[in-house]
C-alpha cells in the first residue's frame, strides 16, 4: 500500500522560511510526478508547485518556493522563503505514480499545516 508522509510544517513568523518534506513509501512501480497542494477553510484544494520533468509553480510562489524531488529516495521537498500570513494553508503532498500492474493515479499525503503569523 503506498503512503505519502509529510513534515514540516508550523508556525513561522512573516518573511520566515520553513521546509516541508513528502516521502513516498510501498511498493511504487513508477512516480510520475511529485508536488504540493494548499488549501484553506471553505476553499478548494490549489495547486503550490509540482514537478514532473521540469517544475511547475503557482504564480503566487515564484521567486519565494522552490521544490526538489529526490528520485532515489521517493521523495520531495518544498523549500518556502519569505513566507507570507496568506500563505497559511494545510500543505498536502500529491504524487501521481502506479504500483504493480495497476493504472496511476493520484495519491495525498495527511497533510501538515502551516501558520505564518507574527
Known amino acids: 500500500q503506498v503512503k505519502l508522509v509529510e513534515s514540516g510544517g508550523g508556525l513561522v513568523q512573516p518573511g520566515g522560511s520553513l521546509r516541508l518534506s513528502c516521502a513516498a513509501s510501498g511498493t511504487i512501480f513508477t512516480i510520475y510526478s511529485m508536488g504540493w497542494f494548499r488549501q484553506t477553510p471553505g476553499n478548494e484544494r490549489e495547486l503550490v508547485a509540482n514537478i514532473a520533468s521540469r517544475p511547475v509553480y503557482a504564480d503566487s510562489v515564484k521567486g519565494r518556493f522552490t521544490i526538489f524531488r529526490d528520485n532515489a529516495k521517493n521523495t520531495v521537498d518544498l523549500q518556502m522563503n519569505s513566507l507570507k500570513p496568506e500563505d497559511t494553508a494545510v500543505y498536502y503532498c500529491?504524487?501521481?505514480?502506479?504500483?504493480?500492474?495497476?493504472?496511476?493515479?493520484?495519491?495525498w499525503g495527511q497533510g501538515t499545516q502551516v501558520t505564518v503569523s507574527s
Open positions: 500529491k504524487s501521481f505514480l502506479t504500483e504493480p500492474e495497476r493504472r496511476p493515479r493520484d495519491y
